[in-house]
């Protein structure tokens, strides 16, 4: 039977009858005889195994009462079920027949090497293996007692072994139910096989319904506990979400040691990579900080080179003792110092898990249990690959938080150094301009006769010079962020009239007529009343600030006029209409002038964009003023746009949201 170690055995001395084997020439009182077996009392333990698709229960309860039920029906006197372990390993779960054989042996664990060799050399019973004795390859996890042998050709011998794999439907092992010592003495016939046969099939898909049934519980409990890691990541840093994640792991999959290491963002430079580690309270003191790999050792890179390989394969590493399966490419002087760095933790083993988001591999999660702990399962390392992918997402998430962080950082700086830029130019250029404007006059007083020319030509600039600084000094204002608009009602038809006036005299000298609504107080010449729904002007309220708005029109009518040619027209409107969000105030203003080249409309609301077109560029301008409109279109809630066709004119449309 295979669940005890051959070197250590207990013998049983032959004049001393052990209360755990029957000899063969007594009868037990207590005990059917197997050949005449009750098969009523097979069925009920067959139902009681049947019953248990139904039921509950973990898998520690499901295999104890295969094998009560397998030793009360059977007539074997021992009985044992071996689960396979997620590390390639087989653990004694449950034990019948012997309560001191059955404390000795629960949680003993060996190599699933050692049942494949057994299988190798099986003789096949249908779906049960029968190793003879002698022809065993084991050395470790086999019960050997030292009952009398019967003579008879088919008397079972002390080290015959037989054994049933518990599958799942799909035929996957997922244990092994082992019996011993017949209460005949002999090997089993066609009847008891087929019984132990029928025992194992049912046992194995009660064992895999109650394995999906702790896998599906072990899943829902990590969800609810992943969850809260994945809801604030996208408001946490990175090493914040290695904090907390480290401290969930080690609760969730009861582990005494977690080590959760997240490797360099390349995208934020090195120094970025963060490590956070746990232990359980077996552990307190311990200064796990200590015992983390230095960036670059060759723990460290062997880690990581682990970590990566098993994401691209989408599953896990142990590196262990020899009961746990070989990972891949790690030497065994590697794997041995993994196990000599663990030792005095009381560990044999650990697990690597990636940690990873869509096809990068982030980081991993080293994860580490001690001997007399429960053995890995499956379902826990299924787990562990599904938390791997989580707190993958919660770092890919805090990552990107962290790079937003960073660029909005990096804007604000960029703005705010503009802005000072700007201000630092504007007062620099006021300054020698309000000098040239001033000896200007002075010159124009002494040589009004003799230099005319010059004198023109000394205001044009200037007042050139002046306007750009203005616009920049506008720019750096509407452009600012802390300068937050406090809105108050604006009239937008008494607001445009306003604006008409700055843009009059350049109208009238190049005979252009601009046609407005009609309104309050009258306008001076050149200005054609056409008239406005409701008159008074009260439909056209928004909320915003009065001199930027203000700006914002003679910006929009200034260009209409300065693009449109001499004796030409710009026709201004307002109108109330329904927008996505509410009502909102349209002002329109269309010029039948040169108009914008497709490619140049684009770009119109760049600063310092002027157009490639000769004809554009021949009319002076700064290349701030729609830019400028863009801006404060975007600080009151609206929005700027234009239509225009190259030759034929352009129509802008300047879209607020109406007051309340």
Not at 260 to 271: H, I, K, R, T, W
Not at 409 to 423: H, N, Q
Request: aromatic share 4%; with cysteine; proline share 6%.
């Amino acid at each position: 039977m295979v669940v005890h170690e051959r070197s250590g055995a207990p013998v049983v001395d032959p004049g001393v009858v052990d209360p755990g084997v029957v000899d063969p020439g007594v009868v037990d009182p207590g005990v059917a005889d197997p050949a005449t077996a009750d098969p009523a009392e097979s069925l009920r333990s067959l139902h009681r195994i049947v019953g248990l698709l139904n039921e509950d229960h973990d898998t520690a309860t499901v295999l104890q009462l295969v094998v009560d039920g397998v030793t009360a029906a059977a007539g074997f006197r021992l009985a044992a079920c071996n689960l396979v372990r997620g590390d390639g390993s087989l653990e004694v779960v449950a034990v019948a027949g012997s309560e001191e054989l059955r404390a000795e042996l629960l949680g003993a664990r060996w190599s699933r090497a050692e049942l494949d060799a057994d299988y190798a050399v099986a003789e096949r019973w249908g779906t049960l293996r029968f190793v003879p004795a002698g022809h065993s390859t084991a050395t470790t996890a086999v019960y050997v007692s030292d009952h009398p042998v019967l003579d008879r050709p088919d008397a079972w011998q002390r080290d015959d072994m037989l054994f049933a794999p518990l599958c799942s439907p799909t035929g996957e092992v997922l244990g092994v139910l082992s019996v011993d010592l017949p209460l005949d003495g002999v090997r089993p016939g066609p009847e008891r096989r087929e019984l132990l046969e029928v025992y194992a099939t049912h046992a194995g898909i009660a064992l895999n319904h109650a394995q999906q049934r702790e896998r599906l519980r072990e899943r829902l409990r990590l969800e609810r506990a992943t969850r809260a890691v994945l809801e604030q990541s996208s408001r946490l840093d990175t090493a914040k979400v290695v904090d907390r994640s480290a401290d969930l792991i080690t609760d969730a999959l009861g582990c005494e040691v977690v080590w959760l290491q997240v490797f360099d963002d390349e995208e934020a430079g090195p120094g970025r990579r963060a490590v956070g580690s746990r232990h359980g309270s077996r552990l307190a003191g311990v200064d796990l900080a200590a015992l983390v790999p230095a960036d670059g050792s060759e723990l460290a890179v062997l880690t990581e080179r682990t970590a990566r390989r098993s994401w691209v394969q989408g599953t896990w590493a142990f590196v262990g003792d020899d009961r746990t399966a070989a990972v891949p490419g790690v030497p065994d002087e590697v794997r041995h110092r993994v196990l000599q760095a663990i030792e005095p933790l009381g560990g044999d083993a650990v697990v690597v898990v990636p940690v990873g988001a869509g096809a990068d591999c982030l980081g991993c999660l080293v994860l580490m249990r001690r001997r007399d702990d429960p053995a890995w399962t499956t379902a826990e390392l299924q787990s562990a690959r599904q938390l791997g992918r989580d707190v993958g997402r919660a770092v890919a998430h805090a990552r990107l938080f962290e790079r937003e962080s960073r660029l909005r950082t990096d804007l604000e700086d960029l703005d705010r150094y503009k802005s000072a830029l700007i201000g630092t130019i504007c007062h620099e250029l006021r300054t020698p301009l309000t000098s040239i404007s001033g000896h200007a006059q002075l010159v124009d007083e002494l040589l009004e006769r003799e230099a005319p020319r010059s004198r023109e030509a000394l205001e044009r600039n200037v007042a050139r010079m002046v306007t750009l600084v203005d616009d920049l000094l506008v720019l750096a204002q509407v452009g600012d962020p802390r300068q937050e608009v406090v809105p108050q009602p604006v009239d937008l038809l008494r607001t445009l009239h306003d604006a008409l006036d700055p843009v009059q005299v350049t109208a009238d000298a190049r005979r252009v007529t601009v046609e407005a609504p009609a309104a309050p107080p009258a306008v001076g010449a050149g200005v054609t009343a056409t008239g406005a729904p409701g008159g008074d002007g009260t439909a056209y309220v928004v909320a915003g600030d009065p001199v930027e708005l203000e700006r914002a029109l003679v910006n929009l009518v200034g260009n209409a006029v300065k693009y449109s040619d001499d004796g030409g027209r710009v026709t201004l409107s307002l109108a109330r209409r329904e927008g996505p969000d509410g009502p909102v105030v349209v002002f329109t203003c269309t010029d039948r002038g040169i108009g914008i080249a497709p490619a140049d409309q684009e770009q119109l609301f760049t600063e310092f964009f002027r157009s490639g077109d000769p004809a554009a560029r021949a009319r002076p301008g700064t290349g701030l003023g729609l830019a400028i409109v863009a801006r404060i279109a975007e600080r009151h809630g609206g929005r700027v746009s234009v239509r225009s066709r190259l030759g034929e004119g352009s129509t802008f449309e300047l879209e607020l949201p109406a007051a309340p």
